[in-house]
């Protein structure tokens, strides 16, 4: 290993690693090696909020709201003004009161919901007007009952409509992955014209592979005119599981926002996961060249504070913040890990504000990790009380459907 830096053949795991240095903008892992800095734009506050069971209060959502400035994202999503009455009031005070991020307000492709979004954030130092309309014939046909032309012109007109209230507008194609790439390219090309500065692209059904994914934002990158005029984002449900696959396929594709929930919350089987999309790039930066403005030791805090207030449970295997995510029952894990963390961790779960990992003592623990329990539990024993006091606890294991945790 390097001193102060790593190289892409180098294992270094997060948290252990000196921290890359910053230089105007840029993560620099590496002299050679430009990082691109990738917005993370959060929409717990919005889409997951669209989670069957996860409504929350005005109060919550502020609460929730500054700590999300605390984490360091860079777009705080913080309603659909024109939902409910709540919903302004809500995305008004986070406008108020929340210091750091951009605030987003979500507005269909009307008159009406863009006045109300606009009214919502007036009052933020730095906001943003989010407005979106489908592009897929499935959409257009069935719902809202436009052709395509109709469509691209209203697109255009509201984004216009959108930059005489905030310099800073987001346009979402709906349904972009099952829309016609053609069709899609004009009308982004058009909405750029009309004065967005972002071009959110949802794969909104979650029906897209990370192969499919990747090669539509090559398309978009290779085939609108004015692309360069636009930060292009992702937008991935998890319809499919691949919400995450999706939105680092977009990365290396050069999309430069990624748009995410706290524990992966959302419509249906919910939107990409942040933590998950943000370790990624923080732990594989040599593979996408790029990471986030995220402070990582912030996630545990973020996480929980979710599941107090939406009721809605992580399960135990997920990701980063699952409760099991950073413990080890297998002897062979254990032995290694109290050897060199690095054996068996890839992330250190102080990284993500975890106090460190958990030796769990259960039927495949071994003998090293049930030993060095014994010794921080303050009995000395000598082998042969260790053997034998190990085959009794081995007995005892078996019988048990949970395993004691340790630490
Ligand atoms: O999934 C989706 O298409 C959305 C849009 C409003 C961006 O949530
Ligand atoms: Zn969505």
């Known amino acids: 290993m390097k001193q102060g830096g790593t190289t892409e053949k180098t294992f270094v795991p997060v948290g252990l690693r000196e921290r890359p240095y910053m230089n105007e903008g840029f993560f620099i892992l590496d002299k050679e090696k430009a990082m691109r800095t990738i917005k993370i734009f959060d929409t717990t506050l919005r889409d997951g ?34 939902s409910s009455p709540g919903d302004f009031e ?17 507005a269909r492709a009307r008159a009406g919901d863009i006045e109300r979004a606009a009214a919502a954030i007036a009052d933020a130092p730095r906001k943003r007007i989010h407005t979106f309309l489908s592009t897929s014939d499935i959409h257009l046909e069935h719902q809202f009952k436009m052709t395509r032309e109709e469509a691209k012109a209203r697109a255009v007109q509201m984004v216009q409509k959108a930059r005489s209230y905030v310099e800073d507008v987001e346009f979402s194609p ?38 499919e994914f ?8 290779e ?10 984002s992702v937008h991935c449900h998890n319809d499919l599981g691949l919400a995450v696959a999706n939105s680092l396929a977009a990365v290396k594709n050069g999309a430069g926002q990624v748009e995410c929930t706290i524990n992966g919350i959302g419509e249906r089987a919910g939107n990409a996961s942040l933590e998950e999309v943000v370790m990624a790039l923080r732990t594989k930066g040599g593979v996408y060249d790029a990471d986030t403005r995220v402070k990582t030791e912030e ?53 993500v504000g975890l106090g460190q990992s958990q030796l769990v003592m259960g039927k495949h623990s071994g003998r090293h990790a049930f030993r060095s329990r014994l010794k921080e539990m303050g009995y000395d024993l000598n082998d042969e009380e260790v053997n034998h006091a190990f085959e009794r606890f081995k007995k005892l294991a078996d019988q048990k459907k949970r395993s004691m945790k340790t630490i």
Do not use: W
Request: include cysteine; glycine fraction near 8%.
């Open 299 to 351: 996630i545990m805090k973020t996480s929980r504070l979710l599941t107090r207030i939406t009721g809605m449970q992580v399960q135990a295997n997920k990701a980063i913040v699952g409760a099991n995510a950073f413990a080890h029952e297998s002897g062979i894990h254990q032995d290694g890990l109290l050897k060199e963390k690095s054996t068996y961790e890839i992330i250190s779960p102080e990284s």
């Open 174 to 211: 709906m349904d972009a992955t099952r829309s016609d790439a053609g069709y899609l390219y004009t009308v982004l090309e058009a909405v750029i014209d009309a004065g967005a500065g972002t071009i959110n692209i949802p794969d909104t059904v979650g029906f897209a592979t990370p192969e």
């Open 214 to 221: 990747g090669a539509l934002i090559k398309g978009i990158r």
């Open 90 to 106: 809500a995305i008004q005070r986070i406008a108020r009161e929340v210091e750091g991020p951009v605030i987003c307000s979500l």
């Open 223 to 232: 085939n609108v005119r004015n692309i360069q005029r636009a930060v292009i």
């Open 49 to 82: 909020e669209q989670s069957p069971g996860c409504s929350m209060n005005v109060e919550e959502k502020v609460t929730i709201a500054k700590q999300l400035a605390q984490l360091g994202v860079d777009i705080i999503e913080a309603g659909f003004a024109i």
